[in-house]
């Protein structure tokens, strides 16, 4: 096979030499020298277009619209639609539902190219039979399926079939002939990445990569992905559970706070009109230690339960165990708790759950997390029919969030009436007014 010449590269120093090696010799970081092609080489020449200055009066924009993918969520996550030429990664766990939901954008739409680097082309066609129940109204004639991982060939099938959609699933399977590295290395997923993201360029059309993300989200791969693609669409959820937000962390064509919801069914991913009904259905109303809240997705209202458990316990370090709020931002509202509201938690271990298996970052939440606490250590409940809205200060003060507006009428089309900062001033004022039962 013959490879053109590469070489080692530091990505913390620019240091360069022929082989690998666990430490730069240069700077001495550990596990930074990445397989890079060298620049010289004429490949990499031939997929870059010439560049070319503009003035600004001048510059034409497309007038081709989205291309919409057919999946109403989706479309809406990215911006709209697809634009020709846009290279979008959709990152996610394994077993989350990133081929599920491809392989529902290729039955959906004419002319679509599947790479399958990962599964073989019956297993596709598997899911695809698993899926036609819901997607049989809009089905097309089927889809072609190429069975690869070499991304030379890919790119050289993408010239001469020129799809209207090119899905790579995965990233992390290819590799280029031009680079001795394994599939999935930092160096093989760079450039390969590259290298389809400017085919997508050329040829105008637009590719998706699904990429694999570990448990910490913390893989090579994405990670270096995230600055070659346009678009990065990240996918959220449990896996034991139905619930899947797919969230736009980067678009380069559209807003980058969209979020998606989706179910995952027997039978595919099917949007979710009203994603509060779907988290609230399960909720025991008038429980010690259960709160509703309205997070802002995006520009989207969600109602969420948030739920507290505290068990008093001998040990001088208690326990504090935070499920989809951050654990730094737990330690303190409990501190928060103590110093303002007078609560004696130092005795006891605390467990915070979101429920539905969401993540949430939204600073709105924390006067539930509070009341959630309290409401447990106190056991008394909140009035079944109130949502707490506010973020909360080391003084103990309620503050206002963004969107209040949008989060009181979400709020009230599921029959909730709103406390937030407007409705009382701190913490210990709302615990005294609202845990009456
Ligand atoms: P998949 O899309 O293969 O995940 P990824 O590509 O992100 O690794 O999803 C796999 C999971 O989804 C698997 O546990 C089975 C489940 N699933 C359904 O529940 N319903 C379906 O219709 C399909 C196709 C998969
Ligand atoms: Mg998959």
């Keep these: 096979m013959a490879r053109q010449r590469s070489k080692w590269i530091c990505q913390q120093c620019g240091f360069s030499q022929s082989g690998w090696a666990g430490r730069c010799p240069e700077c001495g970081a550990w596990n930074s020298l990445v397989e890079t092609v060298e620049k010289s080489n004429n490949s990499k020449r031939k997929t870059l277009k010439p560049g070319k200055i503009y003035r600004s009066s001048e510059v034409k924009i497309s007038e081709r619209g989205r291309i919409k993918t057919g999946i109403g969520e989706l479309d809406n996550v990215l911006g709209g639609g697809l634009v020709a030429g846009m290279a979008v990664l959709v990152a996610g766990e394994p077993g989350i539902g990133k081929s599920t939901l491809l392989t529902q954008v290729a ?24 899926l036609e129940a819901i997607i049989h109204k809009t089905r097309t004639p089927g889809f072609l399926l190429f069975e690869s991982t070499n991304t030379d060939e890919i790119e050289s099938e993408v010239e001469k079939l020129k799809p209207g959609l090119v899905i790579v699933d995965s990233i992390q399977t290819l590799t280029t002939q031009d680079l001795a590295g394994t599939a999935g290395s930092v160096g093989q997923v760079r450039e390969c ?11 105008d059309i637009p590719v998706f990569l699904v990429g694999h993300v570990t448990k910490e989200g913390n893989i090579a791969g994405p990670a270096v992905l995230m600055h070659v693609v346009d678009t990065v669409l990240w996918f959220e959820g449990e896996r034991g559970q139905a619930l899947r937000l797919v ?12 979020t ?71 330690q303190t509202l409990v501190a928060v708790l103590m110093a303002r509201v007078g609560l004696h938690l130092g005795n006891v271990d605390i467990f915070v759950n979101v429920t539905g298996g969401i993540k949430l970052a939204d600073r709105g939440v924390d006067l539930a997390i509070c009341l959630a606490i309290a409401s447990a250590f106190l056991a008394r409940s909140l009035p079944a029919d109130v949502a707490a809205v506010g973020e909360v200060g080391l003084m103990g003060e309620v503050r ?38």
């Design 107 to 130: 039955m959906a739409n004419p002319g679509v190219l599947y790479v399958c680097g990962e599964e073989s082309a019956s297993q596709v066609v598997l899911r695809v039979k698993r």
């Design 193 to 203: 990445a590259h290298r389809l993201t400017l085919l997508a360029k050329r040829l």
């Design 400 to 437: 206002k969030v963004t969107g209040l507006e949008r989060r009181v009428k979400e709020a009230k089309k599921m029959g909730y009436k709103v406390a937030s900062a407007e409705s009382g001033r701190s913490v210990a004022a709302a615990v005294k007014k609202l845990l009456t039962n």
């Design 247 to 258: 969230r736009a962390v980067k678009n380069r064509f559209g807003p980058t706070d969209e």
């Design 260 to 330: 998606g919801v989706f179910e995952m069914t027997e039978t595919g991913l099917s949007g979710v009109a009203n994603p509060s009904r779907m988290l609230l259905a399960e909720r025991m109303e008038k429980v010690p230690g259960s709160v509703v809240s309205v997070v802002l997705e995006g520009t989207r209202p969600m109602l969420v339960e948030i739920q507290a458990l505290t068990v008093s316990t001998q040990s001088p370090l208690p326990r504090r165990v935070a499920t989809g709020i951050d654990f730094s931002r737990l």
